[in-house]
């Protein structure tokens, strides 16, 4: 008669066993960001209870001890990751980074201030692992949604601005191409990485631009919501920044050989 293990044998045991990876990567690029943190964090456990998530903070080496937070957190739950830069900056950048960091099929970008409507991260991901789409948008300017947390009215004018001129560039018709709000198959971006420009703030539209085939879009409706703590990283750079990306692709689409079609 084989021997039963010892409870302690057991409990090693276990420790060791094989879990499988989350369904769920959510990427919060953030600086100085230390007083959402863990308001962040408890939003997302409390909306996303139908998958599996992980949540990786990648901070711009914050000197107001935002990783100080997040590596707290992760000591308490194996959830959470930190990736701390060191030397480097920008917004885009640091989504690259987060999401190739990852280890789910499906990532979600989301701000670190608590403006963005983390009970829409469940229906984004049904929307893709689901339902089929490629891309998952929140966007505040379909039916339900709305921009009224904008902090300013340049922060108004640059998003109406950007989002009636990034139309004009896109493969496909999205009506909130400055959204910072969605959700996307890892597999897609990853193809992309190597064409998107990585400045400025607008991670979406870049990858939307670069996109050599339509990809399925689908845009759900979120309210934009006010500032939960700390100050907005907006300012003027900004409009550089996306004249700058928008640039960056035109100039690369006109340098595209074109291709031709022999007859058999």
């Known amino acids: 008669m084989p021997l039963s293990p010892t409870p302690a044998l057991q409990a090693e045991h276990d420790m060791f066993k094989t879990r499988p990876g989350p369904a769920l990567s959510i990427i919060i690029p953030c600086y100085n960001e230390r007083g959402n943190v863990e308001p962040l964090y408890e939003s997302v456990a409390a909306a996303v209870t139908h998958y599996d998530w992980e949540l990786i903070f990648v901070d711009d080496n914050s000197p107001d001890g935002t990783m100080d937070a997040v590596w707290k957190l992760a000591q308490a739950d194996s959830r959470v990751r930190g990736i ?8 885009s950048s640091a989504v690259i980074e987060g999401i190739l960091s990852s280890s789910a099929p499906v990532v979600a970008v989301m701000d670190g201030d608590m403006q963005h409507d983390e009970r829409l991260l469940e229906p984004m991901m049904d ?5 089929g789409y490629d891309v998952a948008i929140g966007s505040r300017h379909v039916e339900g949604g709305d921009n009224s947390g904008l902090a300013n009215r340049w922060r108004l004018f640059l ?5 009636q001129i990034a139309q004009f560039c896109l493969p496909v018709r999205v009506s909130d191409p400055m959204s910072g709000f969605f959700a996307v198959r890892r597999d897609l971006f990853v193809k992309s ?9 607008k991670i979406l539209l870049d990858m939307l631009m670069v996109q050599q085939t339509r990809p399925r879009v689908t845009e759900l409706p979120f309210v934009f919501r006010t500032r939960h703590a700390g100050e907005s990283k907006m ?3 900004v409009l550089f920044q996306f004249v700058h990306m928008l640039a960056h692709h035109l100039l690369k689409r006109k340098k595209r050989p074109l291709s031709v079609t022999v007859p058999s």
């Not at 701390?84 to 917004?91: A, Q």
């Not at 929307?127 to 339902?131: K, V």
């Not at 990485?193 to 703030?201: K, N, Q």
Request: charge should be positive.
């Open 159 to 163: 998003s109406n601005a950007g989002i």
């Open 127 to 131: 929307a893709i692992s689901r339902d």
């Open 84 to 91: 701390l830069r060191v030397g480097r900056r920008g917004l």
């Open 193 to 201: 990485v190597g064409d998107l420009s990585g400045t400025g703030f």
């Open 235 to 237: 300012d003027r750079k």
